[in-house]
């Protein structure tokens, strides 16, 4: 995905920034290549160290090659005896070709490069390996969905179950309700691959899901005695800071325990991941809505409509459903600010599209303009039970000043209809490129754990499957970067103005707009900035 690039590039500068310790290509390198055993040693920032961020494991190469690695059980529990991997003699996977994936796999971050760059952040590559650290009747898995629905919850879930099953023989499964407080509040379920069979053909979750209610003691706890030794976590941004709890307690108690994160959001507001699943199927189901509402549009003199899209923070399905629909006039998104009044505001681009055209179609994602409804009307300040910021219904608020607008201005008469497809489009399944990306991602996450590794997110990175240490998708969120190409590809197929006129100013605050206006073009957010999320409440 073109957009992720500089926000990429600019979270790598950040974070390696942040290691402090990196030798510049050829060196002092640290290792002339990756570590070849399956313990990955060669800890570089581990407590022992004074490497800045305690929990990086980083392995150096040659030409600035550098591995961000996983955890791995025998970092903390040292002689795990092995075992082969029972693929080696299972019929549809012995005959292939170098299955086992070599241990010194990894997938670079950056793909585009010149003739002398440094080779740059690699993750290592996700598959399965020659040995595990489990057997197969020994492993008690569990699954747990927790944060927003959103497509392909359920394929993940049947495919975690039935590669368990089919691949490494594992019969214990369970299911835990309604996301993280079901580890310490609900009973389990068991999962077998006959009660999962058709659960993908459904939308949203078979384990329910919630907000709120991480206590990582309790989870914790719960895992111990229920004598689970891997924990797969599907969620957002909030989930996988979760897991990343989970898995330093587990650590820290010295547990026999994997702990995987599966990277879920329809914003698709994770960094590193190329996307998330589930984001396809939004988009397309998102078009559906968009023809609507042009249909409504072009059926009436100066008609309008209005679309309101998911996307709390970062304006991704906003952006790719404009871009697919090509009957979209404006998209609005929280990465880019808009003005409604004056010379570049949104009301005079109406008038124009509208005696050009005679109707128009508005994509406004649910976090674009915030900050001018709460000019306007008290700020609820109100968060859900995760933290996040309760936001305001943009959709109607904007719909409402358009029409206001036009009947003080009285010059034109319009018909403006509103549509919100937001919880139609995450509870539907999701559709077939997203369910074979379900299917990889579960697989990939089984791999790793099986073969040892822990606390890290299963994702696709530039097309491959990689595992990716928790820190990592958890350092900051991806978002729209406004001066990428796509975003310029956008703004040209609609032909909306860039807002990045006077109107953007005032003088009261002008130090801070122009640094928060800095940020948006470089894609440089901190978590001050757009990122208002307070994790107090969980
Ligand atoms: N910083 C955090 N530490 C531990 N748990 C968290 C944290 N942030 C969120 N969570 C938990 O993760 C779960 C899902 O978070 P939420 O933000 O609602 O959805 P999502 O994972 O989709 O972003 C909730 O149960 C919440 O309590
Ligand atoms: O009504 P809910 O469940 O709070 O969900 C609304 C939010 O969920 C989302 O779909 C995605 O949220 P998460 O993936 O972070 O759970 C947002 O786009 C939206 O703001
Ligand atoms: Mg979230």
Avoid at 123 to 151: M, W
Avoid at 437 to 463: D, E
Avoid at 467 to 482: G, K, T
Avoid at 498 to 508: A, P, Q, R, V
């Amino acid at each position: 995905m073109g957009s992720v690039t500089v926000a990429n590039k600019l979270s790598q500068t950040n974070s390696l920034n942040n290691y402090n310790k990196l030798p510049t290509a050829g060196a002092a390198n640290k290792t002339d290549s990756v570590t070849t055993n399956n313990n990955c040693n060669g800890w570089i920032g581990s407590p022992m160290t004074s490497a800045p961020n305690p929990k990086a494991k980083i392995v150096y190469g040659t030409a600035g090659y550098v591995l961000e690695d996983v955890p791995h059980l025998t970092d903390y529990i040292p002689d795990l005896p092995t075992y082969p991997n029972p693929l080696a003699d299972n019929p549809a996977y012995s005959v292939v070709k170098q299955y086992f994936v070599h241990v010194d796999d990894s997938v670079p971050q950056k793909v585009v490069v010149h003739k002398d760059s440094e080779r740059g952040v690699h993750f290592r590559r996700a598959g399965p390996r020659q040995k595990v650290y489990f057997e197969s009747d020994e492993v008690k898995a569990a699954i747990v969905t927790c944060g927003g629905l959103c497509p392909g919850l359920n394929t993940v879930i049947r495919e975690l179950v039935c590669s368990l099953h089919h691949m490494y023989g594992v019969k214990k499964v369970l299911g835990i309700e309604g996301g993280y407080r079901g580890f310490y509040a609900r009973n389990t379920i068991n999962l077998t691959p006959k009660s999962v069979n058709d659960i993908h053909k459904r939308g949203g979750t078979i384990l329910g899901t919630s907000r709120g209610g991480h206590d990582t003691n309790k989870i914790v706890d719960s895992i111990q005695d229920r004598g689970i030794n891997q924990v797969y976590i599907i969620g957002g941004d909030g989930t996988q800071r979760g897991a990343a709890a989970i898995f330093e307690e587990v650590r820290r108690r010295g547990l026999k325990v994997a702990v995987v994160g599966i990277p879920k959001t329809i914003d698709n507001d994770i960094p590193v991941i190329d996307k998330s699943f589930g984001f396809d199927t939004a988009v397309e189901e998102a078009q559906r809505a968009i023809n609507a509402a042009h249909v409504e549009a072009e059926s009436v003199e100066n008609g309008i409509g209005v679309v309101k899209l998911m996307g709390r923070y970062s304006g991704f399905i906003a952006m790719y459903a404009t871009l697919a629909s090509r009957d979209v006039d404006c998209c609005l998104i929280p990465e880019s600010p808009f003005y409604l009044e004056g010379p570049g505001g949104l009301f005079e681009y109406i008038e124009k599209r509208l005696k050009e055209n005679g109707h128009m179609v508005i994509v406004i994602a649910e976090g674009a303009g915030q900050e001018l409804m709460s000019e306007k009307k008290q700020s609820m300040n109100k968060q859900d039970a995760s933290g996040n910021k309760l936001l305001q219904d943009v959709g109607l608020w904007i719909s409402q000043e358009i029409k206001d607008h036009f009947a003080r201005e009285k010059t034109m008469a319009i018909t403006l209809k509103y549509i919100d497809p937001t919880y139609m489009i995450r509870a539907i399944p999701s559709n077939a490129s997203d369910n074979v990306y379900c299917t990889l991602l579960a697989q990939s996450a089984i791999h790793g754990a099986m073969a040892g590794y822990t606390g890290y997110t299963s994702g696709l990175v530039n097309g491959r499957q990689t595992y990716i240490p928790f820190y990592r998708i958890n350092e900051n969120q991806n978002h729209v970067v406004i001066t990428d190409r796509m975003w310029a590809r956008l703004l040209s197929s609609t032909n909306q103005p860039s807002f990045l006129g006077d109107k953007c100013h005032n003088e009261d605050n002008a130090e801070e707009e122009e640094e928060s206006l800095d940020q948006l073009v470089d894609g440089n957010f901190s978590d001050d900035t757009l990122i208002k999320k307070e994790i107090s409440s969980i």
